[in-house]
């Protein structure tokens, strides 16, 4: 059993950057894949960024050359670092965790990943 905490998000304006900090419960975090997912309101979760076991790094494009997706084994933590927010960014974001030692997933499949935390609220005001 993982437990995901996500923390970090808040009310900025857009341009502005924020960092999302994803903490993990356990001994087990290094040996799973990890994703970030969004939901803006009447929307479906979709994909952000994950990050694979063998060290692969994965975005979607609207966070291609804006978001960075990044892990600490020894804190058992995964970031994703967001700069030049638009108003669009808005959304509840989600960490995931692959199931233990996944080396092959679809990263922007919500169905690949095994836990989930409660999500932190970020919003970007124009």
């Known amino acids: 059993q993982v437990q995901l905490v996500e923390s970090g998000g808040g009310l900025v304006q857009a341009g502005d950057s924020l960092r999302l900090s994803c903490a993990a419960s356990?001994?087990?975090?290094?040996?799973?894949?990890m994703g970030w997912f969004r939901q803006a309101p009447g929307k479906e979760r979709e994909f952000v960024a994950g990050r694979g076991l063998s060290g692969g790094t994965y975005y979607a494009d609207s966070a291609k050359g804006r978001f960075t997706i990044s892990r600490d084994n020894a804190k058992n933590t995964m970031y994703l670092q967001m700069n030049s927010l638009k108003p669009e960014d808005t959304a509840v974001y989600f960490c995931?965790?692959?199931?233990?030692?996944?080396?092959?997933?679809?990263?922007?499949?919500?169905?690949?990943?095994?836990?989930w935390g409660q999500g932190t609220q970020v919003t970007v005001s124009s």
């Open positions: 995931a965790a692959a199931s233990l030692a996944k080396m092959t997933l679809v990263h922007d499949d919500p169905h690949e990943y095994a836990y």
């Open positions: 356990g001994r087990t975090f290094s040996r799973r894949a």
